[in-house]
């Protein structure tokens, strides 16, 4: 049985509370805090470009490294889908403080973006993320992509001054650059750009961190975000390979335009894509 999760919100940095004991050092350990220290890697693109906000959460979860090859279950691992949320100036703050126990073994620890509920005895290898597909302003952008990373060999002795954790976006990203002579406005453009014929379930090994998407069910339309300032249109896509055809509409002073693909485009995890689309030579009356 698969796990279903629908994706609510963005995150990437966290900080909390978790303590470490090796058996020469217990007195030490008991007395210090030491945080964990995500970041997102700078070799791939994002859709939070001013940083992360208040209400930002991110999931952890916490096992036994020399078993990960065959860990599925959240209920097997020492911590299991921890959920640690940004409150702004203040910082990071988790529901729950951890505390380094005398851990017989060497940890491996998972984290991914954005938070969500589980019932924690299902197969963390094979599971559910719904795309949404309505990205159409910026907060439902931020809350449709998907960030995950790993740390291993996490003894007290390696990371006691914080635990990294490395983030990597796991979907794929399009944008669309529209040109003009004159300003496109939001008017023109607002809720008028879609991108067609997309799958938009992915499955995510929360383990390795792949993904791929359930053919399964019909190709759907996505409800692009536009942004007037910088005249382009935004969306997460889960990545796939997409056909030959008609694949963005949108919509320019009451007229319908489409965008086909010449050749098939195979959008890979972590990338941009990024299509421009000229008025300039055709003018729309």
Request: hydrophobic letters at 35%.
């Given at each position: 049985?698969?796990?279903?999760?629908?994706?609510?919100?963005?995150?990437?940095?966290?900080?909390?509370?978790?303590?470490?004991?090796?058996?020469?050092?217990?007195?030490?350990?008991?007395?210090?805090?030491?945080?964990?220290?995500?970041?997102v890697?700078?070799?791939?693109?994002?859709t939070?470009?001013?940083?992360?906000?208040?209400?930002?959460?991110?999931?952890?979860?916490?096992?036994?490294?020399?078993?990960?090859?065959?860990?599925?279950?959240?209920?097997?691992?020492?911590?299991?889908?921890?959920?640690?949320?940004?409150?702004?100036?203040?910082?990071?703050?988790?529901?729950?403080?951890?505390?380094?126990?005398?851990?017989?073994?060497t940890?491996?620890g998972?984290?991914y973006?954005?938070?969500?509920?589980s019932?924690?005895?299902?197969?963390f290898t094979?599971?559910?993320?719904?795309?949404?597909?309505?990205q159409?302003?910026?907060?439902?952008?931020?809350?449709?992509?998907?960030?995950?990373?790993s740390?291993?060999?996490?003894?007290?002795?390696?990371?006691?001054?914080?635990?990294?954790?490395?983030?990597?976006?796991?979907?794929?990203?399009?944008?669309?650059?529209?040109?003009?002579?004159?300003?496109i406005?939001?008017?023109?453009?607002?809720?008028?750009?879609?991108?067609?014929?997309?799958?938009?379930?992915?499955?995510?090994?929360?383990?390795?961190?792949?993904?791929?998407y359930?053919?399964?069910?019909?190709?759907?339309?996505?409800?692009m975000?536009?942004?007037?300032?910088?005249?382009?249109?935004?969306?997460?896509?889960?990545?796939?390979?997409?056909?030959?055809?008609?694949?963005?509409n949108?919509?320019?002073?009451?007229?319908?335009y489409?965008?086909?693909l010449?050749?098939?485009?195979?959008?890979?995890?972590?990338?941009?894509?990024?299509?421009?689309?000229?008025?300039?030579?055709?003018?729309?009356?």
């Amino acid at each position: 049985m698969k796990t279903v999760i629908y994706l609510q919100t963005l995150i990437v940095i966290l900080s909390f509370l978790f303590h470490s004991c090796s058996s020469e050092e217990v007195d030490k350990c008991d007395k210090e805090i030491i945080t964990f220290l995500p970041a997102v890697s700078v070799s791939t693109r994002s859709t939070m470009e001013r940083g992360f906000e208040e209400g930002d959460k991110i999931g952890i979860f916490l096992f036994d490294q020399n078993k990960a090859a065959k860990w599925k279950y959240g209920s097997e691992c020492w911590v299991s889908n921890i959920p640690v949320e940004y409150n702004g100036s203040v910082g990071w703050d988790s529901e729950m403080q951890l505390y380094w126990q005398k851990v017989p073994y060497t940890l491996m620890g998972i984290g991914y973006y954005p938070y969500a509920s589980s019932t924690l005895d299902k197969d963390f290898t094979n599971v559910y993320f719904q795309l949404p597909n309505d990205q159409s302003n910026r907060k439902l952008l931020r809350q449709s992509d998907f960030l995950w990373a790993s740390t291993t060999d996490i003894i007290y002795e390696k990371y006691n001054g914080g635990i990294p954790l490395l983030f990597n976006h796991l979907f794929s990203k399009l944008t669309v650059s529209f040109i003009n002579t004159t300003s496109i406005t939001n008017s023109d453009m607002k809720n008028g750009v879609q991108v067609t014929n997309v799958y938009n379930r992915a499955i995510v090994n929360l383990v390795t961190g792949e993904v791929s998407y359930e053919s399964s069910i019909s190709p759907q339309v996505i409800q692009m975000y536009y942004d007037e300032n910088r005249q382009t249109a935004e969306a997460i896509i889960i990545p796939q390979s997409v056909p030959v055809g008609q694949w963005i509409n949108f919509k320019y002073k009451g007229r319908f335009y489409h965008y086909q693909l010449q050749e098939p485009l195979i959008l890979e995890s972590g990338k941009e894509y990024k299509i421009t689309i000229r008025f300039i030579n055709c003018p729309i009356k």
